[in-house]
T-cell receptor
Framework: KAGVTQTPRYLIKTRGQQVTLSCSPI?????VSWYQQTPGQGLQFLFE???????NKGNFPGRFSGRQFSNSRSEMNVSTLELGDSALYLC?????????????FGPGTRLLVL | GENVEQHPSTLSVQEGDSAVIKCTYS??????FPWYKQELGKGPQLIID?????GEKKDQRIAVTLNKTAKHFSLHITETQPEDSAVYFCAASLNQAGTALIFGKGTTLSVSS
């Protein structure tokens, strides 16, 4: 079974632009969560989508948004990019998104904001 | 707010020695505690997890213990090998489903042969 895939793997943007990242979960998985990883703040939870609905949200500004499609694929969008948004963005999927299920991570998208 | 503290931040051992990483969490409602290994250029990979109704779990050379009263959990790796060198993260669930995790800052483990 193929793992979690994320596209693109690398991205360079300039301040003020917006960016969209894509995540395809493991086949059959219905929950997708997004995390931001930086050297200073570590791994931080952004939000989780299940059955096309945002179910949980971390403590990030409204510039960070996401959505999930009927095939469980998910996208996250960051508008008005800031230098501090440079990070590795990881998505993780789990099967039913119910009780204490394992999350499987993708390789991440590395975003550099200049 | 919720917090997970992880120690040590770096750990160097000789091949064959044991390695222990400790984490404490603040939210008593957390009930799921996974450990992830991250190698350079890759996403985190689950190595073991433990749920709140279990005190200890073992998988070959890796074991995890959980003390819910003290709100701490630990990772034990025995007979370390050079390929165990990586960054290890502990995490605690922010929700019942375990789909929102709060992570420790990570431990860089170096195993020298």
């Amino acid at each position: 079974k193929a793992g979690v895939t994320q596209t693109p793997r690398y991205l360079i943007k300039t301040r003020g632009q917006q960016v969209t990242l894509s995540c395809s979960p493991i086949s059959g998985h219905r929950s997708v969560s997004w995390y931001q990883q930086t050297p200073g703040q570590g791994l931080q939870f952004l939000f989780e989508y299940f059955s096309e609905t945002q179910r949980n949200k971390g403590n990030f500004p409204g510039r960070f948004s996401g959505r999930q499609f009927s095939n469980s694929r998910s996208e996250m969008n960051v508008s008005t990019l800031e230098l501090g948004d440079s990070a590795l963005y990881l998505c993780a999927s789990s099967s039913r998104g119910q009780f204490q299920e394992t999350q499987y991570f993708g390789p991440g998208t590395r975003l550099l904001v200049l | 707010g919720e917090n997970v503290e992880q120690h040590p931040s770096t750990l160097s051992v000789q091949e064959g020695d044991s390695a222990v990483i400790k984490c404490t969490y603040s939210d008593s409602a957390s009930n799921y505690f996974p450990w992830y290994k991250q190698e350079l250029g890759k996403g985190p990979q689950l190595i073991i997890d433990i749920r709140s109704n279990v005190g200890e779990k073992k998988d070959q050379r890796i074991a995890v213990t959980l003390n819910k009263t003290a709100k701490h959990f630990s990772l034990h790796i025995t007979e370390t090998q050079p390929e165990d060198s990586a960054v290890y993260f502990c995490a605690a669930s922010l929700n019942q489903a375990g789909t929102a995790l709060i992570f420790g800052k990570g431990t860089t483990l170096s195993v020298s042969s």
